[in-house]
C-alpha cells in the first residue's frame, strides 16, 4: 500500500514491502522521477520502515533545495 506527501512543495509516494515475516524494505519516488529504494538491510518493524523512508526524502529534498 502506497502512501503520498508533500513536503517544501515536492510529492513523496512511498511504498513498503514485507520482504520476509517481520522486515519491511521501503522504496519511494520524489516527484513521479526518481525512485530510491532502501538498500540496507531490512527494517523490524512497518513504523521503522516508514520513519527511514521520511527521513530519506526528506534530507534529499533539502538537498535540492541548497
Known amino acids: 500500500m502506497a ?3 508533500f513536503y517544501k512543495g515536492h510529492y513523496v509516494n512511498i ?3 514485507q ?3 517481520g522486515h519491511w524494505n521501503w522504496v ?3 516527484d513521479k522521477h526518481g525512485s530510491f529504494e532502501n538498500q540496507g538491510s531490512p ?3 512497518r513504523a521503522l520502515a ?3 523512508a521520511l527521513e530519506n526524502a526528506r ?3 533539502e538537498r ?3
Do not use: N, P, V
Open 3 to 5: 502512501e503520498s506527501y
Open 59 to 61: 534530507a534529499r529534498i
Open 64 to 66: 535540492l533545495s541548497d
Open 15 to 17: 511504498e513498503l514491502t
Open 19 to 21: 520482504r520476509t515475516f
Open 50 to 52: 516508514m520513519a527511514d
Open 28 to 30: 519511494y519516488t520524489l
Open 43 to 45: 527494517f523490524g518493524s
